[in-house]
């Protein structure tokens, strides 16, 4: 099973460049089923492009999560505080076998799609 994910592009570029080891979410899939992730890098882009596989996913505590995924987080510390402010837990998202499409492809005219706020089932 896969999902469609919606992430910046500058992260989206850090992921295939492998720079980028861990997708950090507020929120996970409740579906266990997933292995793939399908990226859509969001405005100015707004194209899907590319994929990646789910090595596994981590559930901690704020500081513990960063304690563990900073190296590869592809995030300076503050905007992961930022991003998680109100939340006291995490989930990040092991990457793995990063696939960069050569042609991006139409959220709407390959998906019948319109962007999700988090991710969507595919």
Known sequence: M?????IKPEFA???FAG???FEFRRTIFKN???K???VYASSPIQKVIGEFEIDFIIKNSLNELWHQTQEFSGITQEYFFQYFSNKEEGFAIKIKNQKKY???KSLKEDY???PPQSFIYL
């Open 19 to 21: 720079t980028k080891l």
């Open 102 to 104: 050569k042609q991006p």
């Open 112 to 114: 019948n799609l319109l």
């Open 13 to 15: 570029d850090k992921i």
């Open 2 to 6: 896969k999902v469609l994910l919606s």
């Open 32 to 34: 266990k089923d997933v």
């Open 36 to 38: 793939k992730v399908v």
